[in-house]
């Protein structure tokens, strides 16, 4: 049981560690309204469980239900818009959702990471947080008070062209990485980060199933 246990748990921080790179590669300063939400690409790596025989698997987490809404993000002067979600991408479970101003200047992705145990949140953290380094260039990660082990990085798209600002966090058993993507030397505001941050991780709380004591 060990060593499934362990297999199953390595697999998945793997899956975490390559989703978190490739959710921020599909995404440009100018966002088209019609643009469909960034999903990460095809996984080498299937997704795999095992039910007994004389026990019936639990019911599949619908986390798309769990994602905060464009009405949830109110700013002066801007007006968001959620693109339809993404739910378990590329048959990991979890949900994406890409919101963009109303003049496609900003975006802000969130994605959503279902983990085997709470226990695995701080290594899929901090193999989330090193592997932003292949997205982006920014300053060292810095605490932030959201969630379980809240981490932000502000910076730049490798090629310079947007300013990039990313949350990390854990929520129970569920990784969340939030990524506000928005004009060159402009970043956003940690006020705004922490607000939609707070809300998202919130909605989880309320949402996700109590863990056993």
Same mark, same amino acid.
């Given at each position: ?125 901090? @193999? ?42 854990? @929520? ?42």
């Amino acid at each position: 049981m060990t060593g499934s246990r362990t297999t199953r748990a390595a697999g998945a921080l793997a899956l975490v560690a390559l989703s978190i790179v490739s959710a921020g590669c599909d995404r440009n300063q100018g966002v088209p309204a019609d643009k469909p939400a960034a999903s990460a690409a095809p996984l080498p790596i299937p997704l795999t469980t095992t039910t007994s025989t004389t026990q019936a698997a639990k019911p599949a987490m619908d986390y798309a239900r769990l994602l905060i809404q464009d009405r949830d993000i109110s700013v002066t002067n801007d007006t968001y818009t959620a693109q339809s979600p993404i739910i378990n991408p590329n048959g990991r479970p979890g949900a994406e959702v890409l919101l963009v101003n109303q003049d496609q200047t900003k975006a802000i992705n969130i994605l959503l990471v279902g983990l085997p145990d709470p226990a695995d949140g701080p290594s899929a953290l901090g @193999e989330a947080v090193a592997n932003l380094a292949k997205t982006m260039t920014g300053s060292a990660p810095q605490p932030s008070p959201v969630g379980t082990g809240g981490t932000l990085v502000t910076g730049t798209s490798l090629d310079g062209k947007k300013s990039v600002t990313v949350l990390l966090f854990t @929520e129970g058993a569920t990784l969340a990485r939030i990524e506000f993507d928005g004009v060159a030397g402009e970043p956003t505001a940690p006020a705004f980060v922490t607000d939609i941050g707070q809300k998202q991780d919130i909605a989880l709380r309320v949402g996700l199933p109590a863990q056993p004591a």
